[in-house]
């Protein structure tokens, strides 16, 4: 069984920074891909970013330049660093991941970590 833990949200006033981190565990052969996601209240969940094994990232346009994501391919781990902030970033990150359990698996399947919570005060 894969399990996601993000670990790292909470409360900060506007241009505060926060760094969000999400470790993976369990039978995992191979991560092809982390990301962040965010659902704010009344909303759709979005991407915010993705990173793959190669170091390949993709960025909303409504946080290029402000966010960072980076991975620890031999931690399982991948982390956000969120500067900048804004209070329309407020939301509950979400962590994903698209993996292998097996090298005999086809495709890989997508998991996702229970999130939290991040608060931008104006």
């Known amino acids: 069984q894969v399990q996601l833990v993000e670990s790292g949200g909470g409360l900060v006033q506007a241009g505060g920074s926060l760094r969000l981190s999400c470790t993976a565990s369990?039978?995992?052969?191979?991560?092809?891909?982390m990301g962040w996601y965010r659902q704010a209240p009344g909303k759709q969940r979005e991407l915010v970013a993705t990173?793959?094994?190669?170091?390949?990232?993709n960025y909303a346009d409504s946080v290029k330049g402000r966010f960072t994501i980076s991975r620890d391919k031999v931690k399982d781990m991948a982390s956000l660093q969120m500067n900048s902030l804004k209070p329309e970033d407020t939301a509950v990150y979400y962590c994903?991941?698209?993996?292998?359990?097996?090298?005999?698996?086809?495709?890989?399947?997508?998991?996702w970590g229970r999130g939290t919570q991040v608060t931008v005060s104006s």
């Open positions: 990173i793959t094994g190669g170091g390949s990232t």
């Open positions: 369990g039978r995992i052969f191979s991560i092809r891909v």
């Open positions: 994903n991941a698209d993996l292998l359990i097996s090298a005999g698996d086809v495709r890989p399947a997508s998991y």
